[in-house]
């Protein structure tokens, strides 16, 4: 007991001097005078100082004790508000401009916090337990601060004019604009308003790969092939691609000076056009996105469908359609809705395809873009179509539940199963093959553009002289006195990018398994709406999350755009959903009893966490360090506003030279980006390993002849 009362005074002791260090030292705004909060105090801002006060006789009360709990509380709580109350309201407290609180302001109200909830834990909540207070409020803090603020700023500036003054005629205006509903698509020739023009796309995307998906899972899980690796192949690649690429390779295909485009127009005489660009084209590249993924979410639900169900349906003297139809299609429901789902919010979200490809054929997406990048420069514009995706988002989501409704979808119980899964009836089969073989050719045909396009003059135009140009353009070494000089243009943007992820990524994984660790192991009040706001960033489209972090970041008093650590912050929130959802499902299969055994032998929460629970989750842990690491390295929608040129992303740059009409060079960056990317993921699932679980096979019935 002595020691741990030692421990707790120890943790006060620092969070008392790191609020002290915070005021006295640490540099308290990110932009203009790096002044420390004393500094500040000293130039006028006497309104700073009752935070630190009340910091430090927090840490000084703590050290009496439990019986300054509610005391504790009263003060820590108090001193938090007034950080953040002069953060918010300082300019008119005090009549001065408000300041951009960088570091200074971040470890004084994290040593608040941190005070706040450890005087909550000794008054009984959370079970008394320090740790998980600590944990929870610090995840609940960051996720306020970095989800749900800038996206309640975001909506809010919807309401304010160019010059900032609350107009709710402008409100209005940016809403009911034409071109954002018009719905003359649908019963003349005209063109459609950019919401149906992306519902319809959504729709028809949602439909299209759940359909391709489910026809690839039922070939590769009951189509009889003998070799699945090429599904397997083609279901990795979409991870590894960035966005905007399958789009790039369509041009080269099927634009008006493309490979197919030129062999039609002199073999044919079929005229050159330009289909490619508009639905046609944007639809057929987000199919081409996500089908692979649709393929995953539906051959996992197949593996899950218990062989004893349709046996079952099979001793009834069901034929195998009556089984498929039946048994099998209606327990596939579930995961039919989620591919559906998947496809659709991600042609809402999509930004590169469309880009590329949209031509007149303009989306919510891309219209968000180029109300804050183009001349116009209208974020209140910008952030009024925001809004507008971010319900259509979160509508398919509430559509999906309502339509699974409560009903049970178990087929795997405790009960041992040796079944073997029925067979594709013969229609079945055929036509998923007339449609999935074609598919895999066109796919393949993509990727193998992708790669050799890099390696030629210009494979858009015909002239395919082997040359290594655009590689040198881009990813040129020198050597000179100095020793190697990266010379290319695209090695700024490509370190940045590595380093940005490699960052970025460990962060996310921290914050995503502690998160699934609280939910998983413990209960306490609001626990749901906890729970709600670790998900909320996964529900919100990238193109909103951008459009949000340049409105509530770029002035005070949290101003960090142009900096580095935006981006970090925005892949870390951004992908935390993913560590969540993976440190969740790992917890589910590690018993309690462990946990308990470790609590049983006096260690603390966090030494269980630390020495117990983590070893544990190595799976789960390199997962999601995985899809953290290359979806950083991926993403284009949530920070293209963000980026700066001192701070470039490599998709960004990929788009920039797309816009440019650059295509080599973009696509030689796109194809080392894939090669890249593939050794990581390839070298770190040698390096782990992964989980194998399947059926035994049925062994052949023995019959003995012979007497008895």
């Given at each position: 007991m002595r020691r741990r009362s030692a421990?707790?005074?120890?943790?006060?002791?620092?969070?008392?001097?790191?609020?002290?260090?915070?005021?006295?030292?640490?540099?308290?705004?990110?932009?203009?005078?790096?002044?420390?909060?004393?500094?500040w105090v000293l130039g006028g801002r006497w309104l700073m100082l009752p935070p630190l006060l009340l910091s430090i006789a927090t840490g000084v009360l703590a050290l009496g004790g439990s019986s300054t709990?509610?005391?504790?509380?009263?003060?820590?709580?108090?001193?938090?508000?007034?950080?953040?109350?002069?953060?918010?309201f300082g300019q008119v407290l005090d009549g001065q401009p408000l300041i951009s609180h960088g570091a200074g302001a971040a470890v004084l109200a994290g040593a608040l916090l941190v005070q706040l909830t450890r005087g909550l834990a000794s008054a009984g909540d959370f079970k008394a337990d320090r740790w998980v207070a600590t944990t929870t409020w610090t995840i609940v803090a960051l996720v306020l601060l970095f989800v749900f603020f800038p996206v309640m700023r975001a909506l809010a500036s919807v309401m304010f004019d160019a010059k900032g003054n609350l107009d709710f005629g402008v409100m209005a205006q940016r809403f009911g604009?034409?071109?954002?509903?018009?719905?003359?698509?649908?019963?003349?020739?005209?063109s459609c308003g950019v919401v149906p023009n992306t519902i319809i796309l959504g729709l028809m995307a949602g439909a299209a790969s759940t359909f391709l998906g489910l026809g690839f899972a039922l070939l590769a899980q009951r189509g009889g092939m003998k070799n699945t690796k090429v599904f397997d192949a083609l279901s990795l690649l979409p991870i590894i691609t960035p966005p905007f690429v399958i789009a790039l390779a369509l041009v080269v295909l099927f634009g008006r000076t493309g490979i197919i485009t030129t062999f039609l127009d002199r073999t044919f005489d079929i005229p050159r056009s330009r289909w490619i660009y508009g639905l046609p084209g944007v639809l057929i590249s987000q199919v081409l996105s996500q089908t692979p993924l649709a393929y995953m979410i539906?051959?996992?639900?197949?593996q899950g469908i218990s062989p004893s169900l349709e046996e079952a349906a099979q001793t009834l003297r069901a034929s195998p359609w009556q089984t498929f139809r039946t048994v099998t299609w209606p327990l596939l429901r579930p995961a039919i809705a989620a591919s559906f789902l998947l496809g659709f919010v991600e042609s809402l979200a999509d930004f590169g395809n469309p880009l590329v490809l949209g031509g007149s054929f303009e989306v919510l997406s891309t219209k968000i873009y180029f109300a804050v990048a183009g001349a116009q420069h209208d974020p209140g514009r910008a952030a009024s179509?925001?809004?507008?995706?971010?319900?259509?988002?979160?509508?398919?989501?509430?559509?999906?539940?309502?339509?699974?409704?409560?009903?049970?979808?178990?087929?795997?119980?405790?009960?041992?199963?040796?079944?073997?899964?029925?067979?594709?009836?013969?229609?079945?089969?055929?036509?998923?093959?007339?449609?999935?073989?074609?598919?895999?050719?066109?796919t393949i045909v993509i990727y193998g553009i992708i790669l050799v396009g890099g390696f030629v003059t210009d494979i858009g135009r015909g002239a395919m002289t082997p040359t290594v140009e655009h590689f040198r353009t881009g990813f040129d070494i020198e050597i000179g006195r100095n020793g190697l000089y990266f010379?290319?243009?695209?090695?700024?943007?490509?370190?940045?990018?590595?380093?940005?992820?490699?960052?970025?990524?460990?962060?996310?994984?921290?914050?995503?398994?502690?998160?699934?660790?609280?939910?998983?192991?413990?209960?306490?009040?609001?626990?749901?709406?906890?729970?709600?706001?670790?998900?909320?960033?996964?529900?919100?489209?990238?193109?909103?999350?951008?459009?949000?972090?340049?409105?509530?970041?770029?002035?005070?008093?949290i101003e960090m755009a142009g900096t580095g650590l935006i981006l970090i912050i925005c892949f870390v929130f951004r992908n935390m959903p993913v560590g969540v959802r993976a440190g969740v499902a790992a917890l589910s299969q590690i018993d309690r009893s462990l946990d308990e055994a470790s609590t049983t032998l006096g260690a603390r929460t966090g030494t269980t966490v630390r020495r117990v629970t983590l070893p544990l989750l190595k799976p789960a842990i390199i997962a999601t360090l995985v899809f953290s690491f290359v979806h950083a390295m991926t993403a284009v929608s949530?920070?293209?506003?963000?980026?700066?040129?001192?701070?470039?992303?490599?998709?960004?740059?990929?788009?920039?030279?797309v816009e440019a009409g650059e295509y080599p060079l973009a696509i030689a960056y796109s194809s080392l980006l894939i090669v890249f990317m593939l050794a990581v993921v390839l070298g770190i699932q040698k390096l782990v390993g992964e989980r194998r679980i399947g059926r035994r096979a049925v062994a052949a019935p023995v019959v003995t002849i012979g007497a008895h």
């Open positions: 421990d707790r005074g120890r943790v006060d002791l620092i969070a008392a001097g790191l609020a002290l260090a915070a005021f006295l030292i640490v540099p308290w705004s990110y932009a203009g005078s790096q002044q420390s909060g004393l500094g709990a509610r005391r504790r509380i009263l003060l820590s709580t108090i001193g938090f508000a007034a950080v953040f109350g002069y953060a918010f604009t034409p071109e954002i509903w018009a719905l003359g698509c649908l019963t003349s020739s005209r539906l051959r996992g639900a197949l179509l925001a809004i507008i995706l971010l319900v259509l988002t979160l509508t398919a989501f509430w559509l999906q539940t309502v339509w699974l409704g409560k009903k049970s979808y178990v087929t795997v119980t405790g009960k041992g199963d040796a079944g073997q899964p029925l067979p594709l009836p013969g229609p079945v089969r055929f036509a998923a093959l007339s449609v999935v073989v074609p598919w895999v050719v066109l010379a290319g243009s695209a090695w700024d943007s490509f370190f940045v990018t590595v380093a940005v992820s490699a960052i970025a990524a460990p962060l996310t994984t921290l914050v995503g398994i502690l998160t699934a660790y609280v939910l998983s192991r413990h209960n306490f009040v609001g626990k749901d709406v906890f729970e709600f706001l670790t998900m909320l960033s996964f529900a919100i489209p990238g193109t909103v999350i951008g459009v949000a972090y340049i409105i509530a970041f770029n002035v005070p008093p949530a920070i293209v506003f963000l980026v700066t040129a001192k701070y470039n992303m490599a998709t960004v740059y990929i788009v920039n030279r």
